[in-house]
């Protein structure tokens, strides 16, 4: 049960992140790695294969 919930809630954060993946590089929120955040082409294909995955 303990696992169960968190994953409840994440499950409408996943939907949103797959909709919604971010725009910009930034700090916030995305797939945030150094070589993901190189350059905005990898920072897109990384968010994008980053949403499948969920």
Do not use: C, D, F
Request: aromatic share 14%.
């Amino acid at each position: 049960m303990i696992a169960v919930v968190p994953g409840l809630l994440l499950l409408p954060l996943a939907w949103y992140y797959k909709e919604h993946p971010p725009k910009n590089i930034n700090w916030l929120y995305g797939y945030r790695t150094k070589r993901s955040m190189a350059n905005q082409e990898v920072w897109e294909y990384a968010n994008r294969l980053g949403a499948k995955m969920i």
